[in-house]
């Protein structure tokens, strides 16, 4: 069986931008440590509520330097 994850990059009330990104991106550099498979990236426009994430390639590349995968 495969596992993988995908965080939204929410940013609830009361949390900024910036530590929105760094929780969505220290969560997926924890899944490596605990042997997930996969991590899926969507780009969700216009929402900033539900999420921050725009550009799901710059993520990819970012995380692709922080993991061994």
């Known amino acids: 069986m ?3 994850l ?3 990059f929410q940013s609830p009330p009361g949390m900024d931008e910036a530590q ?3 929780e969505s991106l220290a969560r997926m550099t924890a899944a490596e440590d605990l ?7 969507a780009k969700i ?3 900033k509520g539900r999420s921050v994430l ?3 390639l710059v993520i990819a590349t ?8």
């Open 2 to 4: 495969e596992v993988g």
């Open 6 to 8: 995908g965080p939204e």
């Open 20 to 22: 929105a990104f760094d």
């Open 35 to 41: 042997d997930s498979d996969s991590v899926w990236r």
């Open 45 to 47: 426009h216009f929402q």
């Open 54 to 56: 725009s550009s799901p």
């Open 62 to 69: 970012d995380l692709a330097a922080r993991t061994s995968g």
